[in-house]
């Protein structure tokens, strides 16, 4: 039928009210305590980041001095958001997956997080292999996720967003990222950067339900090495072999 306005994207009607000036700061220096020395040297390296939901790290690249940043999201409502708050090279782009496989060798870093999880076993796999493919030889890939290790923190993490797919741990994230033709650098637990007494008080609080969580946990799996932080993050890297066929 013709004449019918568009429903409201979830951006619209959930996701853009949970923005704050406040925990976009923190989170700002979150990615700096994390991602600093995983990003680029080079401030003219090609960097693309897929969902960028807030912005938090176009903010963060912009103030570091990258000058070649792009952003990639489906809703327009979120590139308009970002937009309108200053940030550059956001591009409304309705499939990533295709945009980056029909780019090969284009980009020195490819970043998404807290998007995987947004896609089934299959999706994700086919994502991570576009950014495979759009990354130059030796190019690195940042992703962060959830952590479903953590039994406190994981059912409101997977669920408090109804277009998550699916979860990871850290066994399960590298091996997702290795079966896309990545070799992994590192894989580690997020760490909360600390800027007041409320972020302290958070990071105590924390710190008590990792502890019971990697207790428990470690009694049934004495063998495994337990990283039980709320969220996790790999950093992979293309070989420089080049992409597979």
Known sequence: MTGQP????YFEVYW?????PAGFARRVRS???NYARHLPASRE?????IGPGFGEMLQYLADHGYTSVSA???DPAVVSALRQRGLHGVLHVQDAIA???ERPATWDCAIGLHVLEHFDADGAHALLRAMHTALVPGGCAILEVPNMA???TAPYARWADHTHRHGYTTESLIATVGAAGFTVRTCFGLRRAVGSLADLATLVTQGCTNAIAWTLLKANYPRSRLVVAPAIAVVAVKPSGGDRS
């Open 6 to 9: 568009e429903d409201p994207s």
């Open 16 to 20: 853009a009210k949970r923005f704050s």
């Open 31 to 33: 990615l700096h305590k």
């Open 45 to 49: 390296a090609r960097i693309v980041e």
């Open 72 to 74: 990639l999201d489906n």
């Open 99 to 101: 945009y980056l496989r």
């Open 150 to 152: 953590n039994f406190i």
